[in-house]
């Protein structure tokens, strides 16, 4: 049985004064269940046999969670996706569960050792996320990307480094679901464009972003791993063009390298010490967003 199927037999009917949170839990436990079809979504008619819910309280719980804007419905085809709301909430969420504990003072470090803006961004099925942004001292700063800022993978140097770490299958299907937002919005960034950057990049170990974003914003980055070898995120480093000679963007790329050990061994370390989930996954044992 699907396990939001078991979470909602296990409320069994509502009844009674506990019907009010009865429904707030049966409408929670849809969302995990909505959230496993990130890129297609999932139809009323598999949610009701997924769950065991009646057709009528099925939609009614997921009316009531697009008014909270944590779902939205596609006009189109009608599946349920998550919404807005789900993604900010998830955005604040990785603020304390995700690398922004393992790898904020690196960030700060980029940004003070090389004066440009540095970055640490993190893979959300087929896009990249920014959870951090640090400032260094050089007085011309770039504006390509801001904290929860979203770009395709590919799109930007730490995009383009996760990108280009993931299985080259996998990478391949990334880019195909966004092949026509990047013909859309980043023309710029070719199909024959991309191939090269790739190459380049994982020949090299670092990607650069040659202004695919703003044509005076260049980004050099590097790929994060989680000790099984899985894409966690990518730092990067971005300054104006004029400034990213060659030698310049060796440098960065030098810098990025040299704090990867430093966050894949604190990332071994918190998961070495994290509870085994019964499905085999691991969760970080935090509290107040440090590691135990």
């Known amino acids: 049985m699907d396990d939001s199927a078991?979470?909602?037999a296990r409320m069994g009917p509502q009844a009674g004064p506990a019907g009010g949170a009865q429904s707030v839990d049966r409408a929670l436990a849809l969302l995990?269940?909505?959230g496993r079809s990130p890129e297609t979504g999932i139809g009323l008619s598999e949610i009701v046999a997924s769950t065991g819910l009646s057709r009528p309280t099925a939609r009614r719980l997921l009316l009531a969670l697009m008014r909270a804007r944590l779902i939205e419905q596609d006009s189109a085809s009608r599946r349920y996706m998550l919404g807005?709301?789900?993604y900010v909430l998830g955005i604040l969420a990785?603020?304390?569960f995700s690398l922004l504990d393992v790898a904020q003072d690196a960030v700060q470090r980029l940004a003070d050792g090389s004066g440009d803006t540095a970055f640490l961004s993190v893979r959300r099925d087929a896009f990249a996320v920014c959870l951090q942004k640090a400032e260094g001292d050089f007085p011309i700063r770039v504006q390509a990307l801001q904290v929860g800022f979203r770009h395709p993978l590919g799109i930007g140097g730490g995009s383009?480094?996760?990108l280009a770490a993931l299985p080259e299958e996998e990478a391949a299907r990334m880019r195909a679901l966004n092949r026509d937002l990047i013909a859309e919005r980043y023309p710029a960034a070719t199909p024959a464009?991309?191939?090269r950057l790739l190459a380049e990049t994982r020949t090299r170990g670092w990607a650069l972003n040659p202004g695919l974003v703003l044509k005076n914003s260049w980004a050099v980055g590097v790929a994060l791993h989680m000790p099984d070898g899985t894409v966690a995120g990518a730092l990067s480093i971005a300054a104006i063009d004029d400034r990213m000679t060659p030698l310049h963007c060796e440098r960065l790329a030098g810098l990025l390298l040299a704090e990867v050990p430093?966050?894949?061994a604190r990332l071994r370390e918190m998961f070495a010490r994290s509870a085994v989930l019964?499905?085999?996954g691991l969760t970080p044992d935090t509290t107040n967003g440090r590691e135990r």
Request: net charge negative; hydrophobic share 45%; aromatic share 0%.
């Open 6 to 8: 078991t979470i909602l």
């Open 278 to 280: 019964p499905g085999g």
């Open 84 to 86: 807005e709301e789900a």
């Open 193 to 195: 464009t991309l191939d």
């Open 32 to 34: 995990p269940l909505i």
């Open 262 to 264: 430093g966050i894949e």
């Open 94 to 96: 990785a603020r304390r």
């Open 160 to 162: 383009l480094a996760m």
